[in-house]
């Protein structure tokens, strides 16, 4: 029997980012999953719960709820999305959340964990910095069995504010610690970060490119 | 006196006391120290020893107070994950003049400690430090007690400007001294302990990982800061978040609204450009 997963690839990447969405389920049938995408969800309260809105941010997480409550595994392509899931909803939300965001997989922890694969077969020739996130190590691991894909050290990225999902403008000098690197390409997991990044790097005409993990790990 | 929360407890106690010493060291040591109330003044004041130093800054006023904010926000903003963890520094007009915030500052020693930066060069002419006024120790030892919570990296002690046959070190070292309404959180018993706070980040989200965390200055972190997310919503408008909340619930609406934003997307908005498409249609077309 196959076994099944629901995509639950957040507002930001639905509306911003689809490509990033795809690309996760291409690399998730590729290591042998079905995959499936529920139309009733939409966000997971994240914005309102940074904002101070519990009340809202409940409510949405609810809707969540609802939509996966009976899914086996819900695997997302953002990190602070999955944390929101899986620590904040339930503080929120009570024993119930608990027992559907303990199934809430962030996509690079789900491979690795979950599925146990760490070579997806994938070739990206590009040098590439990656940016800071919680859970990191999964997405590091992954990258290490890319083709052709070489990874700069850039040091400080802790130091910029960057490292889960907030409105901040990203800052000038982490866009210059990253043209600075040398790199064509900065790959990501934090999906609003990395928006926010390819902005500021429009903006200052670098033609470095923001790709989200799963972007890298489908290409071959 | 060497455990963390007591240090800090004792500081905020005798606050008056140990701004007050450090003021008088630092000064004595050729520093010019300034007390400013709030980031628009840090600001302007920036913005004009700028002007009669004739070193021309990149932006304008109101990215000298951005950046102001970030490098030191208020505590309660910094306990609701708002902004970064450790300073960073805005070199400006090519290393001419450096914006750095304070990890800790020194009243014995009137030394300024400056975390997560690269060591070693001759570093910038002038050098301005903005530090919120709770940002104080009391002697040098306590400084030990505290870099390791900060996972801070390099660290830089200031004690002055440049002397005579020092062959690094700014000509000029000023020291901003910021309320940004510290001094009303002080008053706040139910909230003064905030001031403790010395952004270790142990209790951020994205850090802590959601299980218990005990805060090494001694902060209730349970209740205090879920006290401030609760009083946020009046601020942040609450109508906002409840239309966004009616929407979230109503999947048919949330793709109705995404088209909205593809009609009537704005530069300005400071997100790239949305895509022809959003996922679920790309889906929907794969599907077929």
Request: some cysteine.
């Amino acid at each position: 029997m196959t076994k099944r997963v629901s995509l639950f690839v957040t507002c930001v990447v639905d509306q911003l980012l689809p490509r990033a969405g795809l690309a996760m389920a291409d690399v998730l049938k590729r290591v042998g999953y079905e995959v499936e995408f529920r139309t009733a969800q939409t966000c997971c309260g994240r914005p309102a719960y940074e904002a101070g809105c519990r009340e809202q941010a409940r409510a949405v997480g609810e809707h969540f709820l609802a939509a996966f409550a009976d899914a086996e595994f819900v695997v997302t392509p953002s990190t602070s999305c999955a944390s929101m899931l899986r620590k904040r909803l339930p503080e929120l939300s009570g024993p119930a959340a608990r027992e559907v965001a303990g199934r809430v997989w962030e996509f690079s922890r789900f491979l690795v964990e979950i599925a146990k694969v760490e070579d997806v077969g994938a070739r990206f020739e590009h040098q590439v910095v990656v940016q800071e996130a919680e859970g990191l190590n999964c997405g590091l691991r992954l990258l290490g069995h890319v083709k052709g894909l070489e990874q700069l050290p850039m040091s400080d990225w802790a130091g910029s504010g960057d490292l889960w999902g907030s409105c901040e403008p990203v800052s000038p000098g982490l866009v210059n610690r990253i043209v600075g690197s040398g790199a064509s390409h900065v790959v990501g997991m934090e999906t609003e970060r990395l928006l926010l990044l390819r902005r500021a790097l429009q903006r200052g005409s670098h033609a470095i490119e923001t790709v989200h993990l799963a972007e890298v790990l489908a290409s071959r | 006196m060497t455990k963390p929360a007591e240090i800090r407890g004792h500081v905020l106690a005798n606050l008056d006391h140990y701004l007050a010493e450090l003021e008088k060291q630092l000064t004595g040591q050729g520093g010019k120290v300034v007390y400013l109330s709030s980031a628009d003044e840090v600001a302007d004041y920036i913005e004009l020893l700028a002007r009669e130093r004739e070193v021309r800054i990149t932006g304008g006023v109101e990215d000298i107070r951005r950046h102001v904010e970030r490098l030191e926000p208020r505590v309660e903003n910094y306990l609701q994950g708002e902004s970064s963890a450790a300073a960073e520094v805005l070199p400006m007009a090519g290393g001419e003049l450096d914006i750095s915030a304070a990890a800790f500052l020194v009243a014995e020693a009137g030394a300024i400690c400056l975390a997560g930066q690269r060591a070693g060069g001759a570093g910038p002419r002038i050098q301005i430090v903005v530090a919120g006024i709770e940002k104080v120790l009391p002697r040098m030892r306590d400084v030990a007690v505290f870099l390791p919570l900060l996972d801070a990296g390099d660290t830089r002690f200031l004690t002055g400007p440049r002397r005579a046959g020092e062959l690094d070190g700014p000509e000029e070292l000023y020291l901003i001294l910021l309320d940004g309404g510290r001094s009303e959180l002080l008053a706040d018993v139910e909230k003064r302990d905030l001031l403790r706070c010395v952004r270790c980040g142990a209790c951020l989200p994205g850090e802590a990982g959601g299980d218990a965390v005990v805060c090494p200055v001694g902060i209730d972190i349970e209740s205090l800061p879920l006290l401030l997310r609760e009083e946020a919503p009046a601020e942040v408008g609450g109508w906002k978040f409840r239309l966004w909340g009616f929407v979230m619930r109503r999947p048919r609406l949330y793709e109705f609204a995404g088209q909205m934003l593809r009609a009537f997307w704005r530069e300005e908005w400071g997100l790239p450009a949305p895509p022809s498409k959003t996922f679920r249609q790309s889906w929907r077309e794969g599907k077929k």
